[in-house]
C-alpha cells in the first residue's frame, strides 16, 4: 500500500489537496476532523465529549483519536493506501500510527507539509467560518488553534524529515497549481517503489 500522510495548520489546505489527491490516486481518505465531525453531528456520546474540546481550539485526546482511527483502518485493508488528512496531530500518534500499519506489513510512504504565512491562514479560516458554520472556525478559537498546532503537531515535520519522508509545498499558490506540485511529488515517489 502506498500510504501518504498530509499535515499542515488550520486553513492550510489539507481538505482540498487531500480531496485532489484521492481523486487522482484512488486512496482511501481518513480524516480525524471529518469523523470527529461526524460523531458531534450525530450527538454521539463521544462527539458529546469532542465538542467540549473542538470548541475551544484544543485537540481531541489521543485515546479518542486512537480507537477512532483504529475503527477506521482496520475495515481498510482492502485498498491501494490511506491517505491520512490531518492526523497524525502528536509525536505519540506518529508512533502509533507507525505500529499499527508495521501490524498490517505497510508503513508511511510519504509526508506532505502544507505550508501557508500565519496572516493567509487567518483570512482563509475566517472566510470558511462564513460558508462552513464548523463551531472550531470562530475568531476565538483560531488563536488557540494555531498556538496548539505549532506546540504539539509542528514537532512531526522534523519525526519525518529524519525519517526521509517529509516533502514541504507551499500552499499559498493557486489549487491547481499547488496540486501539481503535489502530483509531481507523489508520482515520483510512486516511481521509488
Known amino acids: 500500500m502506498f500510504n501518504i500522510i498530509v499535515l499542515g495548520a488550520p486553513g492550510c489546505?489539507?481538505?482540498t489537496q487531500s480531496a485532489n489527491i484521492i481523486h487522482?490516486?484512488?486512496?482511501?481518505?481518513?480524516?480525524?476532523?471529518?469523523?470527529?465531525?461526524?460523531?458531534?453531528?450525530?450527538h454521539t456520546a463521544i462527539g458529546s465529549v469532542v465538542k467540549t474540546f473542538i470548541d475551544k481550539g484544543f485537540l481531541v485526546p489521543d485515546d479518542i483519536i486512537m480507537q477512532e482511527i483504529l475503527i477506521n483502518t482496520s475495515i481498510q485493508d482492502q485498498t491501494k493506501g490511506l491517505l491520512f488528512d490531518g492526523f497524525p496531530r502528536t509525536l505519540f500518534q506518529a508512533d502509533y500510527l507507525d505500529d499499527l500499519l508495521m501490524q498490517k506489513k505497510s508503513k508511511i510512504s510519504l509526508v506532505l507539509q502544507l505550508e501557508?504565512?500565519?496572516?493567509?491562514?487567518?483570512?482563509?479560516?475566517?472566510?470558511?467560518?462564513?460558508d462552513s458554520q464548523r463551531s472550531d472556525d470562530k475568531l476565538e478559537t483560531i488563536h488557540k488553534r494555531l498556538e496548539v498546532y505549532y506546540?504539539?503537531?509542528?514537532?512531526?515535520?522534523?519525526?519525518?524529515k529524519k525519517q526521509g519522508k517529509l516533502h514541504i509545498v507551499s500552499s499559498m499558490a493557486?489549487?491547481?497549481d499547488v496540486f501539481k506540485k503535489i502530483a509531481d511529488i507523489i508520482d515520483y515517489n510512486l516511481n521509488l517503489i
Open 13 to 15: 489546505g489539507k481538505g
Open 151 to 160: 506546540e504539539q503537531t509542528f514537532p512531526l515535520i522534523d519525526y519525518y
Open 24 to 42: 487522482k490516486y484512488g486512496l482511501t481518505h481518513i480524516s480525524t476532523g471529518e469523523i470527529l465531525r461526524e460523531e458531534v453531528e450525530l
Open 116 to 130: 501557508v504565512d500565519k496572516n493567509e491562514l487567518y483570512n482563509r479560516i475566517l472566510n470558511r467560518s462564513k
Open 174 to 176: 493557486p489549487v491547481k
